[in-house]
């Protein structure tokens, strides 16, 4: 072996010790930063929540996860920030869960929520880390999905037509399990090299996955 | 309800302002797909819609 040939693969193999290294830590703080969520969720539940926090836990979340997570995602803070952020939608959701544990069948309906999301993300990720293909080609498709999913919603909230807030939540789950396979290709890949980003990205695709399924589940399966 | 629909007007605008420098960034710079790319994507999302049926028909 020539010394750029052994140079190439010894660069190769620290990129892919790396690639490993990113898709650890992100698995590791995923796995921390949703069991944290859980405990929150049971928490607001606990001390019965009004359901309105659910709004202000999304809105304060969405601020810090814009503003401030991009610039501590480098620091030892930016895992306060994370945990701060998935805490607070852990904690919105508890009052949105205990409205559908409420409904005749709700166990049932939370539990196939729960078991749906994790079987679609561990589904997806798994796919991708096996093929390492790569999913950024539908980056433009999901930007302008997302797009128009975000006036549907703002038009919906006026309109309250539920059978577009059924069409919507079927969207999301489409467009947040291209995200999925697109991040965690990234992350194979060597695109992602900020496991907290990583994190926040996947976390957020899979909090989306589950609010959408709940409210598809609660259509379907209600006792309306 | 009003402070709910606005509430969630700020959380839908916040949404949009998130998006926003995503789809410039692929407007800008888009990657184009190989041959077999879609029908694979396709395939896998079409997975995925039928596992959510199957999920909708377990709780009816």
Redesign the interface.
């Known amino acids: 072996m020539d010394q750029r040939t052994m140079r190439q693969a010894s660069v190769a193999g620290l990129s892919s010790l790396e690639t490993n290294k990113v898709l650890k830590n992100t698995y590791l703080l995923l796995s921390a930063t949703l069991g944290f969520s859980a405990v929150m969720a049971v928490m607001a539940m606990a001390l019965n929540v009004p359901t309105g926090a659910y709004l202000i836990c999304m809105i304060a979340s969405m601020v810090l996860g814009i503003f401030v997570l991009p610039k501590t995602a480098n620091s030892g803070a930016g895992l306060g920030v994370i945990f701060l952020v998935t805490g607070l939608l852990g904690f919105g959701i508890g009052p949105v869960i205990s409205l559908y544990l409420s409904m005749a069948k709700g166990p049932m309906i939370v539990a196939t929520a729960l078991g749906g999301t994790a079987t679609i993300f561990l589904g997806l990720s798994a796919y991708a880390t096996m093929t390492k293909r790569d999913f950024s080609f539908m980056g433009g498709f999901v930007a302008v999905g997302m797009m128009v999913v975000i006036v549907s919603m703002i038009a919906n909230i006026f309109l309250q037509i539920p059978l577009a807030s059924l069409g919507i939540s079927a969207a999301i789950i489409m467009l947040m399990s291209c995200l999925i396979l697109m991040q965690t290709g990234a992350i194979i890949r060597g695109g992602e090299t900020n496991y907290i980003m990583a994190t926040y990205g996947l976390y957020l695709s899979i909090f989306n996955i589950f609010i959408s399924l709940l409210q598809i589940l609660g259509i379907f399966g209600g006792d309306d | 309800m009003e402070w ?2 606005i ?6 605008g ?6 926003w420098p ?2 410039k ?3 800008e710079n ?5 041959e077999g ?2 029908s ?2 396709v395939f ?2 079409g ?3 039928l ?2 049926l199957m ?2 028909w ?3």
Do not use: C
């Not at chain 2, 509430?7 to 839908?12: D, F, R």
């Not at chain 2, 888009?30 to 190989?34: D, F, I, L, W, Y």
């Open positions: 709910m629909q509430g969630a007007l700020i959380a839908m916040l949404m949009a302002f998130a998006m995503m789809v960034r692929w407007r888009p990657v184009e797909a190989q790319d879609w694979t994507a896998i999302l997975l995925v819609a596992f959510v999920l909708i377990s709780v009816q």
